[in-house]
């Protein structure tokens, strides 16, 4: 990885949004920036179901109605991932916790190691503007990154600009599931935002605008609050 831009030490982020909310792209980017893992819940599952794996074939069929995958399943991905020798330095999360139970279970885990969440970074961006992103959104076969077919196009069409793999759309962006993944937000995983702002950790984020301006909005909570 390229030396961090940003000395950030032993930043522990979680990003929170509903879906659309543009978390992937800036979770990316934090992570570059501050040389430390991006931890994307989405990621590892579409990576499961892109090899095939037991877990790969158990959470497809929850990725495709657009439900939650059960939280006995992602706390223990989480949890391993997070003993990675590359996350002792922080991380960014990206798509975890989505419940309550996994947001206790990620504090009890961290508590045990003497550490815990430095901030939590809540995007909003109003619902027709997810629904917009969200059918416009093109990511990376081979490398994840992201585009939109208006708002970030790639130069060559279907084609990744860094390694040009193949642009796809996510199964669960297409319409029909996304209003379901819209309606499992706002049951599930919005009373987190309350569960953190009650821990003084919560960053609120306008999400509305480019990649760049949001990605600046972030920056001051990150630097500016200097936790
Ligand atoms: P994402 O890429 O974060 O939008 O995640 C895609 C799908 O993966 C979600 O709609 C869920 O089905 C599943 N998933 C990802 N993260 C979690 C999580 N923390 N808890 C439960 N399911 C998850």
Do not use: W
Request: glycine residues 12%; neutral net charge.
């Amino acid at each position: 990885m390229d030396e961090p831009a940003v000395s950030r030490s032993s930043i522990r982020v979680v990003l929170l949004g509903p879906p659309g909310a543009g978390k992937g792209t800036q979770a990316q980017r934090i992570a570059g920036e501050s040389g430390v893992p991006h931890v994307s819940t989405g990621d590892m599952f579409r990576d499961a179901v892109k090899k095939g794996t037991p877990l790969g074939r158990e959470a497809k069929a929850y990725m495709d109605r657009g439900e939650l995958v059960p939280d006995r399943i992602v706390i223990g991905i989480v949890e391993e991932r997070l003993k990675g020798r590359d996350a002792h330095g922080g991380f960014v999360l990206d798509g975890f916790p989505r419940t309550v139970q996994q947001a206790r279970a990620l504090e009890q885990g961290l508590q045990t190691r003497g550490t815990g969440i430095s901030h939590v970074l809540n995007l909003s961006v109003p619902a027709e503007e997810v629904v917009k992103r969200i059918s416009g959104r093109r990511v990376c076969r081979q490398c994840g990154a992201m585009y939109h077919e208006l708002f970030s196009p790639p130069t060559e069409g279907g084609r990744c600009d860094r390694c040009q793999g193949e642009l796809y759309q996510r199964d669960d962006d297409r319409e029909e599931t996304v209003t379901a993944r819209l309606d499992v937000y706002a049951r599930e995983t919005s009373p987190l935002v309350a569960f953190y702002r009650e821990r003084g950790i919560l960053a609120e984020i306008d999400g509305v605008g480019g990649p760049d301006a949001v990605a600046r909005r972030i920056t001051e909570a990150l630097d500016g609050a200097g936790r």
